[in-house]
């Protein structure tokens, strides 16, 4: 007899492994099921995020930050450093330990939570009068079945027709995460966040990078003001940003990878690059599940498809994440898959879509909450807004990171908070502050008399929440 349980989930990524987690508290017989495998052929649970996403970007991130600051910053503290070098190797092993450590941490929370864990992939064998019957097919192959079922299989980089990721020239963001050494040369197609990330990582370890963007406007989804600083902040530390490219013919050679493409004059151009990262977004990871086999549905673009609560088409089948409509971030899956949980058990899960932050990890950081002054206008909302520019605030001058700005647009009658948008420095922790106001519907007058402490950051904070009743203090 197959093994019985509460609850399967299917993926052990920031939307899995929380949602098995979260059943497991609430007192459900839980299984999950990840099919990742690391180099020693073991199990890699935590998904794209911990293996080739959130975790190992942000180690590189910083890794070469470091190695940026003591290049060029450190000068100006009055450190002199000589005989700089870089280490790609190091800086990758330290990576690849603090990918390890999030792998073995998720193992420890399944045996601390009493999560049965399989290693394996998962697919739909039939519905069953106890549920559905899932096959695991790992080392060995066997089937169990769940009362419910939690597809959280997340997503794949989307590839270019005729420019297939080999991992070795042409990368995804698997491949950018494991450069060997610094390309002289790096293209980058898509100015999105995993092509600023990344292309940040390789500029600042030394690469000329290009990027090739097929949009005409930079970051369109951001607060307009705030991509335009960000854009000549980038474009000043040396990344080449192409706006309104047509891409056309890509041509792998044998140490090299050349672009073609049309620029936004018309004009043709042939760029040869070391190393070519297409991050052009990501498509959801459905096939092999044998969706058909229960007659699970998908939408128009491949996702699973889902209601408000991440309910599918079948009674008692859930998804989360990536795998289903929605921002691509690793908190939303983890608040979908806690939402999923407590409605399992009959409680009332709840994930606010209106206050999910959004963080881009550049230097300095992209981070915002709610609508952007473009959608305010577009929705008719009449707002005011405050802003506040890192300059001005004394923690930002002795960290030596003044660049940016905070900013607050707020309802012209209520004055509520309908959006906060900063590029700065510690933009990921600053916004912290934005979501719990908006989450508890706060105005800027809230945020505006609230003793922030002297000196932070989040002092420009205050006194753009300030700004937008026209009084702040200190600019
Ligand atoms: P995933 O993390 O993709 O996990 C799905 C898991 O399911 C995988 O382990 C997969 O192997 C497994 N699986 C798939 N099919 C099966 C099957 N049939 N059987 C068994 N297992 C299966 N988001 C942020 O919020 N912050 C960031 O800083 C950030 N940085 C990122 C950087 C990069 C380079 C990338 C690529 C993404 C980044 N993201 C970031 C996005 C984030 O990684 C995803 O939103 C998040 O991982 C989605 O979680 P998930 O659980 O839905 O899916
Ligand atoms: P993205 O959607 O952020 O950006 C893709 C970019 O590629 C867009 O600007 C798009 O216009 C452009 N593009 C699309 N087709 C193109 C073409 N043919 N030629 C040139 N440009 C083209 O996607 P990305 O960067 O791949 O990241 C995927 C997702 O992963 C993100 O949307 C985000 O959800 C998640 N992520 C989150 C991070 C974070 O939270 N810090 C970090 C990295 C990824």
Not at 246 to 254: C, N, Q, R
Not at 334 to 354: K, P, S
Not at 397 to 412: E, I, N
């Amino acid at each position: 007899m197959s093994k019985q349980f509460d609850v399967v989930v299917i993926g052990g990524g920031p939307g899995g492994y929380i949602a098995a987690i979260r059943a497991a508290q609430l007192g459900f017989s839980t299984a999950c099921i990840d099919a990742w495998t690391n180099e020693k052929g073991g199990p890699a649970p935590g998904g794209t995020c911990t293996n080739v996403g959130c975790i190992p970007s942000k180690a590189l991130l910083q890794s070469s930050e470091h190695y940026e600051h003591a290049g060029h910053a450190f000068a100006d503290h009055g450190i002199n450093v000589s005989g700089l070098a870089l280490d790609v190797s190091k800086m990758l092993a330290r990576k690849n330990t603090i990918v390890k450590q999030n792998n073995d941490g998720i193992l420890y929370l399944f045996k601390k939570n009493k999560v049965t864990f399989f290693h394996g992939h998962g697919s739909f064998v039939k519905a069953v009068d106890a549920g559905y019957e899932i096959k695991v097919a790992g080392k060995a192959e066997e089937t169990i079945t769940g009362k419910h079922i939690v597809v959280a299989t997340g997503s794949n980089a989307r590839g270019l027709p005729g420019a297939a990721f080999d991992e070795e020239l042409i990368l995804s963001n698997d491949g950018a995460l494991k450069i060997g050494e610094v390309p002289k040369k790096l293209g980058v197609i898509g100015a999105g966040v995993i092509g600023l990330e990344m292309g940040s990582v390789w500029r600042r370890c030394g690469s000329e990078v290009t990027v090739l963007e097929a949009l005409p406007t930079f970051l369109g989804a951001v607060d307009e003001q705030i991509a335009k600083e960000a854009h000549k902040l980038f474009t000043k530390q040396g990344l080449n940003i192409n706006l309104g490219v047509k891409i056309g013919e890509i041509v792998k050679g044998k140490k090299d990878v050349t672009v073609n493409y049309t620029d936004n004059a018309g004009a043709e151009h042939k760029a040869v690059f070391d190393k070519l990262i297409i991050s052009i977004g990501r498509t959801p990871n459905t096939n092999g599940l044998s969706a058909d086999a229960v007659g699970l549905q998908l939408d128009e673009r491949g996702f699973i498809a889902v209601d408000g609560d991440c309910k599918t088409n079948l009674p008692n089948v859930w998804a989360v994440g990536d795998v289903v409509r929605g921002p691509m971030l690793a908190h939303k899956a983890e608040e979908e898959g806690v939402a999923v949980a407590e409605r399992i058990a009959g409680q009332h899960g709840h994930v606010n879509f209106g206050t999910i932050p959004w963080v881009i990890y550049t230097s300095p950081e992209i981070a915002w909450v709610g609508r952007t002054e473009q959608q305010l206008k577009a929705d008719g909302v009449a707002y005011k807004a405050g802003t506040f520019p890192f300059m001005a605030n004394g923690r930002a001058r002795a960290l030596g990171d003044t660049s940016g700005m905070v900013k607050f647009l707020a309802d012209a009658t209520t004055d509520e908070i309908l959006g906060v948008h900063i590029v700065g420095p510690m933009a990921s922790e600053l916004i912290s502050e934005a979501v719990v106001a908006m989450e508890f519907r706060a105005s800027s007058e809230d945020i505006a008399r609230i003793c922030h402490a002297h000196p932070s950051l989040s002092e420009a904070t205050k006194e753009a929440a300030l700004a937008v009743d026209k009084r702040s203090l200190n600019f």
